[in-house]
């Protein structure tokens, strides 16, 4: 069937031929012929998983929990299973997945794909260290089995691939232990971005959730605003979280545009005081600790029909007071809408097209004035070695990428084009930057 496509951004949309398989073997009769992608949750920034004259094949009803090994902390599950649902089932064994972004709908395949990020990288790395096996369909090569050390290569280039290896179909996870548990979570104020650093550093190794809320919407607030540190505590009678959560909308229903120049600055004052008005920590349940966003999706719908542009960067450490000082300067001159500012410490080697610093995200307005301040924050990431998250920016360019990643974008490339000299395996996101 045909169905129109849209970026959770609403940056990009198209027509395209939509086939949703829901036995093994329509999947593995997919041909060699024609260029297709796979699609989980379709909950993507950009249009990793989809784009124009690509079949999408959507996983969908690949959904199941496959088998869970108590004793080792293994898990195995299939492509689309949503994290929500892997967390319930390991909740009541006792375990708990160490990575996870922000909103249980999020399916391990495209966790896989992008190689997530979750609540303090800094500590717990990114969701492919948790990977010890993926199963992966290839029409050229069939149903391959990777394990991380004995197919090191095409391993490798799956976690964090976009998809482009193949179909991801299954993978096993390790977890680790997590009793029932509450997180006390607590905010500390910070005065602008070089104290969010500060900040940052003082609680990175021992928190269980860390990032910060920074208001950038004019330029004399310098980035005020606060961290939020949760700790998990024991709790035997801590409340296990259902699956009924509200799903995220790639091309759902938009109301109207809230977020404007008037709007922006007078909102985030508002919650910046709500938000620093507890000084003591203050206990939630787990699961809205680490999925914040389940409680505020309506934070996308109010951009409107045009929806945004988040630009999320990692910075060396070793620049990152200077980033922000010329960020604060790009900022004045450019006199962008910038809704939403926030930062998470990383750390690990920089490898392929993952990443590795001091993050800061961006959500901008895309008017003029927001598209001239992302053009000219593009050449800033240039100048001071930062790199771009290429599954949050759906405007960023292949001359960019290219800069910003160096050599280890030619090694991706390079190790693409040999796994799979036919590239089937395409999106919008991977023509955009040359891949």
């Given at each position: 069937?045909?169905?129109?496509?849209?970026?959770?951004?609403?940056?990009?949309?198209?027509?395209?031929?939509?086939?949703?398989?829901?036995?093994?073997?329509?999947?593995?009769?997919?041909?060699d012929h024609e260029r297709i992608i796979a699609q989980g949750a379709g909950t993507s920034y950009t249009a990793a998983s989809f784009g124009r004259g690509v079949k999408v094949v959507s996983m969908r009803h690949f959904d199941r929990i496959l088998d869970f090994d108590a004793a080792a902390g293994l898990v195995e599950v299939e492509a689309s299973c949503p994290l929500g649902r892997i967390d319930h089932f390991l909740a009541r064994h006792g375990y708990t997945l160490p990575v996870q972004p922000g909103h249980p709908q999020i399916t391990v395949g495209g966790c896989i794909a992008c190689n997530a990020h979750g609540?303090?990288?800094?500590r717990d790395g990114l969701f492919c260290?948790?990977?010890?096996?993926?199963?992966?369909?290839?029409?050229?090569?069939?149903?391959?089995?990777?394990?991380?050390?004995?197919?090191?290569?095409?391993?490798?280039?799956?976690?964090?691939?976009?998809?482009?290896?193949?179909?991801?179909?299954?993978?096993?996870?390790?977890?680790?232990?997590?009793?029932?548990?509450?997180?006390?979570?607590?905010?500390?104020s910070v005065g602008d971005l070089h104290e969010t650093f500060e900040a940052l550093d003082?609680?990175?190794?021992?928190?269980?959730?860390?990032?910060?809320?920074?208001?950038l919407s004019r330029p004399s607030r310098g980035g005020r605003g606060f961290v939020v540190c949760g700790q998990f505590e024991p709790c035997d009678d801590a409340v296990e979280a259902d699956e009924s959560w509200r799903p995220l909308e790639s091309g759902g229903r938009r109301g109207p545009r809230v977020w404007r120049r008037g709007t922006v600055p007078v909102l985030n004052e508002l919650y910046r005081r709500v938000a620093c008005r507890h000084a003591r920590p203050v206990?939630?349940?787990?699961?809205?600790?680490?999925?914040?966003?389940?409680?505020?999706?309506?934070y996308y719908r109010l951009y409107g029909r045009y929806g945004f542009v988040e630009q999320q960067v990692i910075m060396p450490n070793d620049v990152r007071h200077d980033y922000a000082d010329a960020l604060s300067r790009l900022?004045?001159?450019?006199d962008p809408c910038v809704v939403l500012a926030s930062c998470k410490a990383f750390r690990g080697p920089r490898s392929l097209l993952h990443f590795r610093g001091v993050c800061l995200s961006v959500d901008v307005v895309p008017d003029a004035a927001g598209r001239r301040f992302l053009d000219r924050l593009d050449d800033l990431n240039d100048e001071?070695?930062?790199?771009?998250?290429?599954?949050?920016?759906?405007?960023?360019?292949?001359?960019?990428?290219?800069?910003?990643?160096?050599?280890?974008?030619?090694?991706?490339?390079?190790?693409?084009?040999?796994?799979?000299p036919g590239r089937q395996f395409v999106s919008a996101l991977s023509e955009r930057i040359d891949l």
């Open positions: 069937m045909i169905r129109e496509l849209v970026s959770l951004d609403r940056r990009f949309t198209c027509p395209v031929d939509y086939v949703e398989p829901d036995r093994y073997r329509a999947l593995y009769a997919i041909g609540k303090n990288p800094y260290d948790a990977v010890q096996q993926i199963r992966l369909f290839h029409p050229r090569c069939g149903l391959v089995t990777l394990h991380r050390e004995a197919h090191r290569s095409v391993f490798e280039l799956t976690c964090g691939g976009f998809g482009l290896t193949g179909v991801i179909v299954s993978a096993r996870l390790q977890a680790r232990p997590q009793p029932r548990a509450v997180a006390n979570m607590r905010t500390i003082e609680q990175a190794a021992e928190t269980d959730v860390l990032y910060t809320w920074n208001d206990r939630t349940r787990r699961f809205d600790a680490i999925y914040p966003i389940t409680r505020k999706a309506f900022v004045r001159e450019t001071r070695g930062a790199i771009s998250n290429l599954c949050k920016d759906s405007r960023l360019s292949a001359e960019h990428v290219r800069k910003q990643y160096g050599p280890e974008y030619e090694r991706f490339r390079r190790r693409l084009h040999r796994f799979d």
